[in-house]
């Protein structure tokens, strides 16, 4: 059975902080992915990354870095410099392989809030 | 264009009535998907379709049921709504049915009020 974890329900930060949302997700497949969604207030759904089990390199884009670890089952997003635009629900997912096709299995989301 | 396009946006209807949520896809895309996303915001699969066939099928009520005419159409109609079915519901679509064939493209969501 899959699983993934955001243990952090909700997060207040103040513009320009960084902070870090974690994710911890549970799988016995050694092939999988690993994804970053975002929804902002309006309630659209938005990709941001996306990552295979076998790719543990670090990813940077703009102000957002994603951190990959195998050993401790964790995918990590860092938003550094937050901004006010940057208030949102994040979601991280885990997609594997069941029966041939793509099962998606979502965390409950963390809400981040950047106060100006 | 919008690349997946769900409708109604909203609704708003009785309890015990019968409601349908339509979407579409224009992106060439093999396998559709439902998720429903309630109040605290937790997104679950519901049923998803590849090439018009369902291959996913969670523990949903059958006063679901979804129908796909073709593949780039997915509908879901719900039957006699009970209070709990009140939630966004998102359709999305990604390009095959395999591990890693992307990511998934995400409607706007219909959100669903029952009274």
């Known amino acids: 059975a899959q699983k993934v974890t955001q243990a952090q329900t909700e997060i207040s930060v103040v513009e320009k902080e960084d902070v870090t949302l974690d994710c911890v997700y549970e799988?016995?497949?050694?092939?999988?992915?690993l994804f970053w969604y975002k929804q902002p207030p309006s309630g659209e759904l938005v990709f941001l990354i996306r990552r295979n089990s076998f790719d543990e390199q670090n990813e940077i884009s703009g102000r957002y870095s994603w951190n990959f670890q195998k050993s401790t089952s964790s995918f990590n997003f860092t938003i550094t410099a937050s901004q006010v635009v940057d208030s949102a629900v994040y979601f991280c997912?885990?997609?594997?392989?069941?029966?041939?096709?793509?099962?998606?299995?979502f965390g409950i989301g963390t809400k981040l809030q950047v106060i100006p | 264009d919008t690349a997946v396009s769900q409708t109604p946006k909203y609704l708003v209807t009785q309890m015990g009535n019968d409601k349908s949520i339509k979407c579409e896809q224009n992106?060439?895309?093999?396998?559709m998907y439902w998720y429903k996303q309630d109040s605290k915001k937790f997104l679950k699969i519901m049923f998803s379709y590849n090439n018009k066939e369902l291959i996913i099928n969670e523990t949903v009520p059958n006063r679901f049921s979804p129908k796909s005419p073709d593949k780039a159409h997915l509908n879901l109609h719900i039957n006699s709504l009970e209070l709990g079915d009140s939630a966004v519901y998102f359709c999305?679509?990604?390009?095959?049915?395999?591990?890693?064939?992307?990511?998934?493209?995400f409607g706007e969501g219909s959100r669903l009020t029952v009274l």
């Open positions: 992106l060439g895309h093999d396998t």
């Open positions: 999305a679509s990604s390009p095959l049915r395999g591990l890693g064939t992307g990511e998934l493209f």
């Open positions: 997912a885990l997609s594997l392989d069941s029966g041939g096709y793509q099962k998606v299995t």
């Open positions: 799988t016995r497949d050694t092939t999988y992915y």
